[in-house]
């Protein structure tokens, strides 16, 4: 494979490029199959066809999954875990609606442990 970051070929699957220090994956120049220039938001290389990888890691929140459970259960009523997360919006919803009676609360504590909550940018909440 080669580093999707600075193009250098790489044997096996290296967690990081020898050549540049990153994870492999996570760089966006080149195709992680032939080497090729590729455009950061190309879904595939031109040159050979392959899928370009993605570092999956850059796709996920970086706000933790339990604060988000523990406050979505302890203070969930007053919508503090959405403030967290930045979504001030539907945070003073939650706030006027007192968790919609409890039912929102209960479904967004489930869906923080499940990992299914999203932050502001639309990134799921997965790391714990
Ligand atoms: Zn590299
Ligand atoms: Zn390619």
Redesign the pocket.
Known sequence: MY?R????ELTGEPEI?L??G?K?LR?SDFCQSCGANTSTLAEVCVKCGARLSRDEAADVSPKSRLAVSLLAWFLGFWGIHRFYLGKIGTGILMILTLGGLGIWQLIDFIMAVAGAMKDKNGKPIKKW
Do not use: V
């Open positions: 580093c970051n600075c193009g250098k490029c050549g540049c990153a492999p760089g």
